[in-house]
């Protein structure tokens, strides 16, 4: 009887799993879930779940204590060893039933995924991992400190009320074998907090923390923090190795809301900790990577944060860096001159046209609609839908799944469906090819029935977007389907699709002009203040 309601919901679910299988069924209607609930859940990025499974090593049991949906264990668990077992934790139990869904559809590993609070209920005391994954919740003030005052896992201090996430990382610890690694993502105040000192200062002086690596701005949320990964080891045997590693990865930072570089960090962190992880210390690299000796850490503060330890970057051909700046911005202003559109003259309207809806096209074969995945296996850049808003290059990727992904052509029309913004974008030979991302939707007209730049201008308009959008608490979608646009022979469309392709270059240089002047303002404040720039010149 409880589950009566449910039943043409399951049938639905079955009938579709008749046609992809189950394990795309799954992967299509989580994603659903995760898209209709994006304040519920923090969610890992997949390059970043990829970094640390990397960092980790190769390891045939591996714990997550927060496993949350379970994205770290199946980026460990994407090679998999022989025998693998996988374990996982979560205090939601819908979400570790989820998440144990989830894992043994995408590997071939045993997985056992447990319901409870890690801390204050863990279900795997007897547990030693090879190695163990954690992104942990952040700044949590009721996370047990009254209830857990003498629990054996705080071996090298009981972590003040304020510092939830150094009782995380000595859990991990506490679950993996001697030699065992952990790798934890960390708010970047639990590098210097006072309230923390002293269990940073033990975890250097008995060699378990092995390095402090700085993630760039918006690598995951909260986006704005320049989040740390604590790499751990649990030591065999005294004395420890005498030198911790430093690492800041800042400079791999995207432009505008694209997310990080993950190329370059993944190379320069795994370059940097391989080396490291091999001979127990690393020759400076300025602005990256160095090696201390604990000792000089060991002061009052304990401070971690890696850029109060760095040394600049060389300063080696910054000057030259600069003037090709200059010269760039120079010659992207003088395009924006020439690109700017003359005002309209006054008392002039266009005479009003029937209108048509996206709907009714797609319906009658003028276009095609598309909307994006939630993985794939192609492995080609993805079109994100902060790409699309800040008129970037494809900068995401696609979680490893069955799905076939949708892959861009030129002419084809890209729309955001959230955020409600007035952006539609036109792919160019530059864009074609990468594959669909989530939260947008394609149009690809029939080239003998629409212009794309036609189209493309007229689902911008502001009224438009007004009408066929809706809203939840402080969300904005917007239905596709809903927008408008007027019902124009082809020939007065290419007359439309011109002025809109003009105004579409002037808005790409001025943006253009836009980064390279920040560019230019940050190198030169930098430069005057590092002194690698003349102030007289």
Same mark, same amino acid.
């Given at each position: 009887?409880?589950?009566?309601?449910?039943?043409?919901?399951?049938?639905?679910?079955?009938? /579709?799993?008749?046609?992809?299988?189950?394990?795309?069924?799954?992967?299509?209607?989580?994603?659903?879930?995760?898209?209709?609930?994006?304040?519920?859940?923090?969610?890992? $990025?997949?390059?970043?779940?990829?970094?640390?499974?990397?960092?980790?090593?190769?390891?045939?049991?591996?714990?997550?204590?927060?496993?949350?949906?379970?994205?770290?264990?199946?980026?460990?668990?994407?090679?998999?060893?022989?025998?693998?077992?996988?374990?996982?934790?979560?205090?939601?139990?819908? /979400?570790?039933?989820?998440?144990?869904?989830?894992? @043994?559809?995408?590997?071939?590993?045993?997985?056992?995924?447990?319901?409870?609070?890690?801390?204050?209920?863990?279900?795997?005391?007897?547990?030693?991992?090879?190695?163990?994954?954690?992104?942990?919740?952040?700044?949590?003030?009721?996370?047990?400190?009254?209830?857990?005052?003498?629990?054996?896992? #705080?071996?090298?201090?009981?972590?003040?009320?304020?510092?939830?996430?150094?009782?995380?990382?000595?859990? @991990?610890?506490?679950?993996?074998?001697?030699?065992?690694?952990?790798?934890?993502?960390?708010?970047?105040?639990? @590098?210097?907090?006072?309230?923390?000192?002293?269990?940073?200062?033990?975890?250097?002086?008995?060699?378990?923390?092995?390095?402090?690596?700085?993630?760039?701005?918006?690598?995951?949320?909260?986006?704005?923090?320049?989040?740390?990964?604590?790499?751990?080891?649990? $030591?065999?045997?005294?004395?420890?190795?005498?030198?911790?590693?430093?690492?800041?990865?800042?400079?791999?930072?995207?432009?505008?809301?694209?997310?990080?570089? #993950?190329?370059?960090?993944?190379?320069?962190?795994?370059?940097? #900790?391989?080396?490291?992880?091999?001979?127990?210390?690393?020759?400076?690299?300025?602005?990256?990577?160095?090696?201390?000796?604990?000792?000089?850490?060991?002061?009052?503060?304990?401070?971690?944060?890696?850029?109060?330890?760095?040394?600049?970057?060389?300063?080696?051909?910054?000057?030259?860096?600069?003037?090709?700046?200059?010269?760039?911005?120079?010659?992207?202003?003088?395009?924006?001159?020439?690109?700017?559109?003359?005002?309209? @003259?006054?008392?002039?309207?266009?005479?009003?046209?029937?209108?048509?809806?996206?709907?009714?096209?797609?319906?009658?074969?003028?276009?095609?609609?598309?909307?994006?995945?939630?993985?794939?296996?192609?492995?080609?850049?993805?079109?994100?839908?902060?790409?699309?808003?800040?008129?970037?290059?494809?900068?995401?990727?696609?979680?490893?799944?069955?799905?076939?992904?949708?892959?861009?052509?030129?002419?084809?029309?890209?729309?955001?469906?959230?955020?409600?913004?007035?952006?539609?974008?036109?792919?160019?030979?530059?864009?074609?090819?990468?594959?669909?991302?989530?939260?947008?939707?394609?149009?690809?007209?029939?080239?003998?029935?629409?212009?794309? #730049?036609?189209?493309?201008?007229?689902?911008?308009?502001?009224?438009?977007?007004?009408?066929?959008?809706?809203?939840?608490?402080?969300?904005?979608?917007?239905?596709?389907?809903?927008?408008?646009?007027?019902?124009?022979?082809?020939?007065?469309?290419?007359?439309?699709?011109?002025?809109?392709?003009?105004?579409?270059?002037?808005?790409?240089?001025?943006?253009?002009?836009?980064? /390279?002047?920040?560019?230019?303002?940050?190198?030169?404040?930098?430069?005057?203040?590092?002194?690698?720039?003349?102030?007289?010149?």
């Amino acid at each position: 009887p409880r589950l009566l309601p449910s039943v043409p919901l399951l049938r639905g679910a079955a009938e /579709l799993a008749a046609g992809p299988g189950a394990r795309k069924t799954f992967a299509f209607l989580l994603g659903r879930h995760l898209d209709a609930s994006p304040r519920q859940y923090t969610l890992t $990025p997949d390059p970043l779940a990829e970094l640390m499974a990397e960092l980790a090593g190769p390891a045939r049991t591996v714990l997550d204590p927060a496993c949350g949906t379970g994205t770290l264990l199946r980026a460990a668990a994407a090679a998999t060893r022989p025998g693998q077992e996988l374990y996982g934790q979560d205090d939601d139990p819908a /979400l570790a039933t989820l998440t144990a869904l989830r894992l @043994a559809l995408s590997t071939d590993a045993t997985v056992r995924v447990a319901a409870g609070d890690s801390l204050r209920a863990d279900a795997l005391p007897g547990l030693r991992a090879d190695a163990a994954l954690c992104h942990p919740p952040f700044n949590e003030r009721n996370w047990g400190h009254d209830e857990l005052a003498y629990d054996p896992r #705080w071996e090298y201090g009981f972590p003040a009320r304020t510092e939830s996430e150094l009782a995380w990382v000595q859990h @991990a610890l506490a679950r993996v074998r001697d030699g065992g690694t952990a790798v934890v993502l960390m708010p970047p105040a639990a @590098a210097s907090r006072r309230s923390g000192r002293r269990v940073r200062a033990d975890l250097l002086r008995r060699g378990a923390l092995r390095a402090v690596i700085a993630l760039p701005a918006g690598a995951a949320p909260p986006y704005s923090l320049p989040l740390h990964l604590w790499v751990l080891r649990r $030591p065999e045997k005294a004395p420890a190795q005498p030198e911790v590693l430093l690492a800041d990865a800042g400079q791999f930072a995207g432009e505008g809301r694209g997310g990080p570089d #993950w190329r370059s960090v993944r190379e320069a962190v795994l370059d940097a #900790w391989g080396a490291f992880d091999r001979t127990g210390r690393l020759d400076e690299r300025p602005g990256l990577a160095r090696t201390l000796p604990v000792i000089e850490l060991l002061d009052d503060d304990v401070d971690l944060a890696p850029a109060r330890h760095l040394p600049p970057p060389t300063a080696t051909g910054d000057g030259g860096r600069l003037t090709d700046v200059r010269e760039r911005l120079d010659e992207t202003l003088r395009l924006t001159a020439e690109l700017t559109p003359a005002a309209p @003259a006054p008392g002039r309207a266009a005479p009003r046209r029937p209108l048509t809806t996206v709907g009714e096209l797609a319906r009658g074969g003028a276009l095609t609609l598309r909307t994006g995945t939630h993985g794939g296996r192609a492995r080609v850049p993805v079109l994100t839908d902060h790409d699309v808003l800040a008129g970037t290059a494809p900068s995401g990727t696609l979680p490893e799944s069955d799905e076939e992904p949708v892959l861009t052509e030129p002419g084809d029309v890209v729309v955001p469906v959230l955020g409600g913004g007035t952006v539609a974008r036109v792919v160019d030979a530059t864009t074609a090819g990468a594959a669909l991302g989530r939260n947008l939707v394609l149009l690809r007209p029939d080239p003998a029935a629409l212009d794309p #730049w036609f189209l493309a201008g007229f689902l911008r308009g502001t009224a438009n977007h007004r009408q066929a959008s809706s809203y939840a608490s402080t969300a904005t979608r917007l239905d596709v389907r809903r927008l408008q646009l007027p019902r124009l022979p082809l020939d007065a469309q290419r007359g439309y699709g011109d002025r809109f392709r003009a105004l579409d270059e002037f808005e790409r240089a001025l943006r253009l002009a836009g980064r /390279l002047g920040e560019q230019l303002v940050r190198g030169l404040y930098d430069g005057l203040t590092d002194g690698t720039v003349d102030p007289g010149r």
